[in-house]
């Protein structure tokens, strides 16, 4: 027996068969679609980076254990990239002199992190990245949180379905050493504890603190704090939430977007104030569906000039679960709208010319490549989901005439072969 390499794809990745690739391009097109109607604007780089440019802020989560490196023939080292804004905010630092500010941008790249697949995780998977260049003002957030509102309301997704979780970084940071008496050199463990918070049982949580060196009492008021939801604004210093973005939110007409929480702090190291996560109200989800936040110098790993940003990376993965839980999900669209079938192998040119008059008019149209029978090739046209078949006969096409179908109501009728486009229309869309 000969041995044979295996069909599947390498562990955490995926194939997409038309079926499937059909319901991805129509979930996208309305991503797109809603961005497009923000004012943002797609743009797109390379899969292979510069693996430094993830070692810098990315985090060591992504840096140590997740990256794909490679080394060129010409000895650099490089990535693939793991996700998409270090690259971005190259491309914005990069052109900086030419951009308008602030821009909106999107992308859809696909992003390889070297992780243990389980559910809602691969090892490569596609996002959707919308992000704002160049302002530091609150109604970059408030946009943020609309926009996400409307991504997912374009699926008809009701606000029951899905909660917007925000915190601001500094805010946590306050009430870590003020209310806990976190140290500063403490701070980025604490933080990847909050991270961890909901993942982890208490015991683990509890060890983890001993080991950074929290105290007992230090834990457990710890665990108040980070419980006591928006009751916790109350007793952080004016000053802290004077400058911040999200109080700002809170206090104004998109404060119903949004709920305060302070257990987000997100794992991603750039983050410099306000971080938010999107879940899904059904325990069956209970991973976050995407987040993002505001970065004020990731920028700056490229330039002097100070650019701040702000943005979210929305999954295909956990979407398209959230989709397929709350019943949202598109149907795969059929392979054609019309198949034209011609008797006999000497009618198949005509059949040709038939076709190309119809898809001239928009419809997706095919022609067998084979010559079969008739009743085989309706069988067929029906089994790839076409409405209506023409069927193109000797004695019709010597008078001009091909026969119209409809394999729904089984209507036929014979046409003029000037009018087939009109005439096919018409029986698809009475
Ligand atoms: P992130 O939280 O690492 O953020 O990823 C954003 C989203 O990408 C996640 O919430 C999830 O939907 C999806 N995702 C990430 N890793 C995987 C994986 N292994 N398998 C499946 N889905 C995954 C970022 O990447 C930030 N760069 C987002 C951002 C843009 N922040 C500001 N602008």
């Not at 004012?39 to 060591?60: C, M, N, T, V």
């Amino acid at each position: 027996m000969p041995e044979y390499l295996p069909t599947a794809p390498y562990r955490g990745t995926r194939d997409f068969l038309p079926p499937e690739m059909s319901v991805r391009t129509q979930v996208f097109g309305q991503l797109y679609d809603v961005l497009e109607r923000y004012g943002f604007l797609r743009y797109d780089g390379p899969i292979l980076e510069s693996a430094e440019i993830y070692e810098a802020k990315s985090g060591q989560e992504i840096a140590d254990q997740q990256l794909y490196t490679l080394t060129d023939r010409g000895g650099r080292r490089l990535a693939l990239r793991p996700e998409m804004t270090p690259s971005v905010a190259r491309m914005v630092a990069g052109n900086a002199g030419s951009l308008q500010f602030p821009v909106r941008w999107y992308s859809h790249p696909n992003c390889h992190r070297y992780e243990r697949p389980q559910r809602g995780r691969v090892r490569e998977h596609w996002q959707i990245n919308a992000d704002i260049f160049g302002s530091d003002s609150a109604n970059c957030e408030i946009e943020m949180f609309e926009l996400v509102h409307d991504l997912l309301g374009a699926f008809g997704a009701g606000e029951d379905l899905f909660v917007v979780r925000a915190n601001d970084r500094n805010l946590l940071a306050s009430a870590l050493t003020d209310l806990v008496g976190v140290t500063a050199e403490q701070l980025p463990q604490v933080f990847g504890l909050v991270d961890r918070w909901e993942k982890q049982d208490r015991d683990k949580l509890a060890g983890a603190a001993e080991e950074i060196g929290l105290s007992e009492k230090q834990f457990a008021k710890l665990s108040d704090t980070l419980g006591a939801g928006t009751a916790l604004l109350d007793e952080l210093p004016e000053q802290v939430k004077a400058e911040s973005n999200l109080v700002k939110v809170l206090g104004s007409s998109a404060a119903g977007l949004v709920r305060y929480d302070p257990l987000i702090v997100r794992g991603l190291a750039y983050y410099t104030s306000t971080v938010f996560e999107v879940f899904d109200t059904s325990p069956e989800n209970n991973r976050a569906l995407f987040g993002g936040g505001r970065y004020s110098d990731l920028a700056g790993l490229f330039t002097a000039q100070q650019i701040p940003g702000i943005g979210f990376g929305m999954g295909d993965v956990t979407l398209i679960d959230f989709l397929q839980t709350h019943d949202l999900l598109p149907s795969p669209r059929s392979e054609v709208d019309v198949v034209v079938i011609p008797v006999t192998e000497e009618l198949a040119d005509a059949a040709r010319t038939v076709a190309t008059r119809l898809r001239t008019a928009g419809l997706r149209t095919s022609t067998p490549l084979e010559q079969r029978k008739l009743g085989k090739e309706l069988g067929r046209a029906d089994k790839a989901g076409a409405q209506a078949v023409v069927i193109v006969g000797q004695e019709d096409w010597d008078a001009g005439n091909v026969t119209i179908r409809s394999l729904q109501s089984r209507e036929q009728r014979t046409v003029q072969v000037g009018d087939v486009a009109t005439e096919v229309n018409g029986l698809l869309r009475p």
